[in-house]
């Protein structure tokens, strides 16, 4: 079944710097990425995804980019504000069926 | 997306007892299924919960621990039963959307069990 890892599991950036979460996966049939924000105390919310076809989605300052061939996708979050600070988590579907599997999480913490 | 509420929001149980938690869905959909958080943890699934038929339960989950309900396609519960303290979690009722069972996640119910 699928594996997916996240790293690294905290962040901390100055404001208006940029941040980069890195996801692996194991299935090379998994076909779809999405990527999620977890405010404190909030629900998970959908942000972006990508499609195995597609290399690179952005969506104004957050971006993520696939590398089928490594396996990997990245969550790149440019000019990054207070209102970033969140955790943020990567997931995969599992090969086959309509589950997701979703990575540890990253604390992204943006110092003002 | 579908807008999805839960009850409650969050509750306070004693250990032994059982706590139903509900998700309401505003339009209808095919899937549901149930998480659950652990404090600072990420998302575990823990079922999906099938109209008309028995729940699909992940590795680690059993029926008689985490029964649900699914009666229509809008309404899902899932209770917490014979709770102990390490049944102290953040429950989340999702939906799977589109083309690739896109996960929009209910607001959660924060289970505390003393």
């Known amino acids: 079944g699928e594996n997916v890892e996240q790293h690294p599991s905290t962040l901390s950036v100055q404001e208006g710097d940029s941040a980069v979460i890195k996801c692996t996966y194991s299935d090379s049939a998994s076909n779809y990425f999405p990527w999620y924000k977890q405010e404190l105390g909030k629900r998970p919310q959908l942000i972006i995804d990508?499609?195995?076809?597609?290399g690179e989605k952005k969506d104004q300052r957050i971006a993520v980019t696939l590398n089928k061939t490594a396996k990997h996708f990245s969550l790149h979050i440019t000019e990054t504000q207070p209102e970033d600070s969140a955790v943020y988590f990567c997931?995969?579907?599992?090969?086959?069926?309509?589950?997701?599997?979703f990575g540890t999480g990253t604390r992204l913490k943006v110092l003002a | 997306s579908a807008v999805i509420s839960q009850k409650p929001s969050r509750d306070i149980c004693q250990r032994g007892t059982s706590l139903t938690i509900q998700c309401q869905v505003d339009s209808q959909v095919t899937m549901m299924f149930w998480y659950r958080q652990q404090p600072g943890q990420s998302l575990t699934l823990i079922a999906t919960?099938?109209?008309?038929?028995?729940?699909?339960?992940e590795s680690g989950f059993v029926i008689d621990k985490f029964p649900i309900s699914r009666p229509n396609l809008t309404f899902s519960t899932l209770t917490v039963s014979n709770m102990s303290p390490e049944d102290s979690s953040i429950y989340l009722c999702s939906t799977g959307q589109g083309p690739f069972n896109e996960q929009y996640f209910g607001p959660g119910t924060r289970l505390t069990v003393t």
């Open positions: 919960a099938n109209q008309g038929s028995e729940a699909t339960y």
């Open positions: 997931a995969a579907p599992t090969s086959g069926t309509y589950k997701y599997i």
């Open positions: 990508i499609r195995s076809n597609v």
